[in-house]
């Protein structure tokens, strides 16, 4: 999956841009991320998750095992 899907996706998740941040469990792992200053309150860090041409937002679960594998 190209880099730009992956950002097309992020945006369309309310987010500004993506970032690769590795392999977790078979999956190409992004950061969603947000452009300007300041401090921005979300939520959970969930992560993109991209395996083949499957992608998707991980659950909070996975996004805490993700954070400390």
Same mark, same amino acid.
């Given at each position: 999956?190209?880099?730009?899907?992956?950002?097309?996706?992020?945006?369309?998740?309310?987010?500004?841009?993506?970032?690769?941040?590795?392999?977790? =469990? #078979?999956?190409?792992?992004?950061?969603? !991320?947000? @452009?300007? +200053?300041?401090?921005?309150?979300?939520?959970?860090?969930?992560?993109?998750?991209? =395996? #083949?041409?499957?992608?998707?937002?991980? !659950?909070? @679960?996975? +996004?805490?095992?993700?954070?400390?594998?």
């Amino acid at each position: 999956m190209t880099k730009e899907t992956v950002i097309r996706f992020a945006k369309e998740q309310g987010y500004d841009n993506a970032l690769y941040i590795g392999k977790w =469990k #078979g999956y190409d792992v992004y950061e969603p !991320t947000l @452009e300007g +200053s300041g401090t921005f309150f979300v939520g959970p860090p969930l992560v993109i998750l991209v =395996k #083949g041409q499957n992608i998707r937002m991980s !659950t909070v @679960e996975e +996004s805490y095992e993700q954070l400390n594998s």
